[in-house]
């Protein structure tokens, strides 16, 4: 019987692996379903609390996060996923199917440093993938705006590694 707490340690780690966040790409086709389309935004119905059958409807901007992770304090991407991901992005953007919209390329950091300084990265990062597209990709640079927003929206805990790792991060976000 000393193999039972094993076997149900066993059981319970992949229980709990099976909620881990998905790992895997945003491919071509779903940037292009998820930012295409007559509008740049879309309504998302919500239900209220109070009266019955009460709906609340939100407009707000298309976007897809697309994990395009950068090491510690550069502009430098991280892994060979980060630079597979930006394939599947410059592929959709230069798509026939995304040549009318323009887009945010948002660049996001970690809360290591000062907040002028992440503010400052997360401009260069957001930079950097625009001009990995334009030159790569041939995506005109009318159709592409960097933005930077530092620290401001974390996605993770910055109190770990793990969680610093996912705040440098992309978010592509549909303008027009």
């Known amino acids: 019987m000393k193999t039972l707490p094993l076997v149900i340690t066993i059981l319970l780690m992949s229980y709990a692996s099976s909620f881990a966040e ?8 779903e940037l292009i379903n998820k930012l295409g389309g007559e509008s740049a ?3 998302v119905k919500i239900r209220t609390r109070g009266i019955r059958g009460s709906r609340k409807i939100i407009v707000k901007p298309k976007e897809v996060t697309i994990k395009i992770n950068f090491k510690y304090d550069s502009t430098e991407l991280a892994d060979q996923r980060s630079h597979l991901q930006l394939a599947e992005a410059g ?12 887009v945010e ?3 996001h950091t970690d809360s290591t440093g000062s907040s002028q300084y992440n503010l400052s990265l997360s401009q260069k990062r957001a930079e950097k993938i625009k001009n990995d597209l334009r030159t790569f990709y041939n995506i005109s640079s ?3 705006e960097s933005r930077g927003y530092g620290e401001d929206y974390p996605v993770a805990s910055n109190y770990d590694a793990e969680g610093r790792a996912e705040n440098r991060r992309v978010v ?3 303008l027009e």
């Open 22 to 29: 998905d790992d895997s790409l945003v491919t071509a086709d």
């Open 41 to 43: 935004v879309e309504e």
């Open 91 to 102: 592929k959709a953007l230069s798509s026939g199917a995304l040549a009318h919209i323009k």
């Open 105 to 107: 390329i948002a660049g």
């Open 142 to 144: 009318s159709k592409l």
């Open 172 to 174: 592509i976000k549909r």
